[in-house]
């Protein structure tokens, strides 16, 4: 069982930068990648970015790549989302979540373990 909690959102300018924490409770949890995903109003739940249990593999959306980094520290139980030049269709609110690595890339249905998401505002 792992309990998954974010935390880092906010109201940023376009241009600006957030760093979302992902903090996790449960044991082994260096055995699990996670990955963030998140959802603008009326819009389908979408992958932003993933990490191995070990750190070593990081996968990111099209969307992001160059902007986004996902990071570990297996030693605070904690996933990082540092998110460069924000822009406002960057809004909305981002979820992480546990899973084994093919899960995560396979979309967010069947994910085991989620946070309860963080609210991100990118103004123009």
């Known amino acids: 069982q792992v309990q998954l909690v974010e935390s880092g959102g906010g109201l940023v300018q376009a241009g600006g930068s957030l760093r979302l924490p992902c903090a996790a409770s449960?044991?082994?949890?260096?055995?699990?990648?996670v990955g963030w995903f998140r959802q603008a109003p009326g819009k389908e739940r979408e992958f932003v970015a993933a990490?191995?249990?070990?750190?070593?593999?990081?996968y990111y959306a099209e969307s992001v790549k160059g902007r986004f980094t996902i990071s570990r520290d297996n030693g605070k139980n904690t996933v990082y989302l540092q998110m460069n030049s924000l822009k406002p269709e960057d809004t909305a609110v981002y979820h992480c979540?546990?899973?084994?690595?093919?899960?995560?890339?396979?979309?967010?249905?069947?994910?085991?373990?989620w946070g309860q998401g963080t609210q991100v505002t990118v103004s123009s």
């Open positions: 979540a546990a899973d084994r690595w093919i899960k995560l890339l396979g979309g967010p249905s069947n994910i085991a373990y």
């Open positions: 990490i191995s249990g070990s750190g070593g593999d990081t």
């Open positions: 449960g044991r082994s949890f260096s055995t699990y990648a």
